[in-house]
């Protein structure tokens, strides 16, 4: 394979998001959150919220995206999406500090692996209520602020192609990916009427240094294999197609899924 293949050049911005205010959940560490979030610096939005679970992980993204990009209207907020008082209150934040959010990204899932026949209950809810109930929460809260201030904006959500195709012990993470993309289709038919388009990307494999630490090397190979270019994509390549449904690139785009995805069947 060509170096082109193996190591993909990074993508200069090219001013997608110029003008625009942002929010992601999930953005702080080295995965597709923070990616986007950079990249959306990036692309020239004018200010950007970003959200985890994690404090101290979060206050060093926010200190390490302004640092890194120059951009000063940059803050941050604790949120667990499994809690519907948190969730208010980072849309209230981010309305607040942004001055209305014209992009919201939402990014925050979890995922273990399980034989189902093996599985709790207590980890087949928890994987839901964070991948799926918590993206449920960010659309509903969001639209409700969107319709009160009557300006339109665009929802992004990161599912997954296993919402579409089978693998073993991801049972509960496949199952809430595919709500993802049930959720993202009948939510875009209820927003059109809102001026939000709401619309979502289906990675295959993306390799951050927290999925090197936790999957089985084994099971790296053996997924790395099934893609055309024999590697993951790099996170900022899943936030580069996030950054074009968040941009007016895809206006006339709203309830479709995306595959981020080089995978030979």
């Known amino acids: ?33 923070f990616a986007a979030a950079t990249r959306a610096v990036e692309e020239g939005c004018r200010a950007i919220v970003i959200s985890d679970v994690h404090e101290g992980r979060l206050a060093a993204s926010v200190d390490k995206l302004k640092a890194e990009t120059g ?29 209305g959010t014209d992009v919201l990204i939402n990014n925050a899932g979890l995922g273990t692996s399980k034989l189902l026949i093996d599985m709790e209950d207590a980890e087949w809810d928890k994987v839901i209520d964070v991948t799926l109930n918590g993206t449920m929460r960010m659309t509903r809260y969001f639209l409700q602020c969107v319709k009160a201030r009557e300006q339109g904006a665009v929802i992004v959500n990161n599912a997954s192609v296993l919402g579409w195709r089978a693998q073993k012990e991801q049972a509960h993470y496949a199952a809430a990916k595919a709500g993802v993309m049930a959720l993202t289709r009948c939510s875009a038919l209820e927003a059109v009427e809102l001026g939000v388009r709401i619309n979502a990307v289906a990675p295959s494999l993306a390799v951050h240094p927290m999925l090197r630490k936790s999957a089985p090397e084994e099971l790296l190979r053996e997924l790395e294999a099934r893609e055309a270019y024999g590697r993951g994509a790099e996170c900022w390549e899943v936030a580069n197609v996030m950054m074009f449904l968040a941009s007016d690139y895809s206006s006339y785009m709203t309830g479709e899924i995306l595959p981020v995805s080089s995978q030979r069947a």
């Open 71 to 99: 951009l000063n209207a940059v803050w941050g907020l604790v949120c667990n999406v499994t809690d519907e008082a948190q969730v208010r209150a980072l849309i209230d934040f981010a309305e607040d500090k942004l001055g």
């Open 1 to 33: 394979m060509s170096n082109m293949i193996t190591s993909p050049q990074y993508v200069a911005g090219h001013g997608l998001l110029e003008g625009k205010s942002v929010l992601i959940t999930a953005a702080a560490g080295a995965g597709i959150g």
